[in-house]
């Protein structure tokens, strides 16, 4: 009878909790909705959990872009010793330096 709604149904219902009242249909009723209803409750819960680990992992993830490490230049600006964001990868220069030995 699950999404239904149709005459018979109804007159079904009706039946069962009006007139040929059956206390222990209506009993397993009770117990089949609320066992629905705390499975729709978990899987709510589940579903805004996840949705909160992916907010996190997003949000850890901006952290990580905007959190990079610093180097001072050697020349000022305005008084301040002015301050840039190191690049991501480190060029290999190793080609360009003679090594004494």
């Not at 729709?40 to 905007?66: F, G, H, S, Y």
Request: with cysteine; proline share 5%.
């Amino acid at each position: 009878m699950k999404g239904e709604a149709s005459p018979e149904s109804i007159s079904g219902l009706e039946n069962l909790f009006e007139f040929n009242r059956d206390n222990g249909k209506i009993k397993q009723m009770r117990k089949d909705v609320e066992t629905y209803e705390e499975a729709v409750r978990r899987q709510a819960a589940l579903i805004e959990q996840a949705r909160l680990k992916e907010r996190a992992a997003r949000e850890q993830e901006v952290r990580a872009d905007t959190r990079s490490v610093h180097y001072a230049l050697p020349w000022k600006t305005s008084g301040h010793t002015a301050v840039l964001p190191m690049p991501r990868t480190v060029p290999d220069i190793s080609m360009h330096c003679r090594l004494r030995q």
